[in-house]
């Protein structure tokens, strides 16, 4: 059984870094609902379990391609939860390039453009992927998708849409493939509801969401087709950024259908 001091735990723990998932493309799953959606994508390497985690859960263990043994020390080595759940995957990044995401000609795409908190970038996957989004773009200086904490907010939503990783002058490759592009903004010229009202959410969309400090960069916000704002009803200075894209996906996710 792999204690914290085993080769091989060694090097996973390693994942834990940036430096090092960009070096091997590889990264950490934690928990059964993350590894069950990393198997069912074909994309674990290697498969981390407490001997009581791989009894309860050994409809995934007999998934594995590789399956070890841990101690329950080495299991909170590799896990960066408080409280983990006994399983960790090694798994291949499933990054796609931009031009073969688009290829697919999806009618709904999400760009986190150089958000950095990892909760609320998952969070956005997450939902995209919910509204039937099929890319999430991560545009410039964004965080790593593959950050534990991304990875554990996107809820297994990571394997189910095409992740990509671009330049942020993404922009002309979206409106090239035929996606009308809407950047958020607090004070867009256009609202969401008027252009749920108005039809112009039924076309394909790809949405633009900038950090919550910053907001959308300026040449982003000018190259874009139009500016949107969430209305504001009540006294709230404006909306969380994982609430404002799930508030824009499923516009667009309803004037579609």
Not at 43 to 54: C, S, W
Not at 60 to 80: F, G, I, N, R
């Amino acid at each position: 059984m792999f204690t914290p001091r085993t080769p091989r735990i060694v090097a996973a723990r390693r994942l834990q870094r940036r430096k090092d998932r960009d070096q091997s493309g590889r990264f950490l799953a934690e928990g059964p609902q993350a590894v069950r959606e990393a198997l069912a994508a074909g994309a674990v390497i290697e498969l981390f379990g407490t001997p009581a985690a791989l009894d309860r859960y050994a409809d995934l263990a007999a998934q594995a391609p590789e399956l070890s043994p841990v101690t329950d020390d080495a299991l909170a080595a590799l896990a960066e939860t408080v409280h983990p759940q006994g399983l960790v995957a090694v798994c291949e990044q499933p990054d796609v390039p931009i031009g073969e995401a688009l290829a697919k000609n999806p009618r709904l795409v999400a760009v986190v453009a150089e958000i950095r908190d990892p909760g609320n970038a998952g969070t956005v996957l997450r939902t995209a992927d919910a509204a039937g989004a099929g890319a999430v773009v991560f545009a410039g200086d964004a965080v790593d998708p593959y950050n534990g904490k991304c990875v554990r907010s996107s809820a297994g939503s990571l394997f189910h849409v095409d992740v990509v990783r671009s330049p942020l002058s993404v922009v002309d490759l979206l409106q090239d493939s035929g996606l009308q592009v809407l950047a958020t903004s607090g004070t867009g010229e256009d609202d969401v509801d008027s252009l749920l009202d108005g039809g112009q959410l039924a076309l394909p969309t790809a949405w633009l969401f900038g950090s919550e400090a910053h907001g959308l960069p300026a040449s982003v916000l000018s190259a874009a087709d139009r500016r949107v704002r969430v209305p504001i009803y009540g006294g709230a200075e404006s909306l969380n950024l994982a609430a404002a894209a799930a508030v824009c996906l499923y516009a667009s996710a309803r004037a579609q259908r």
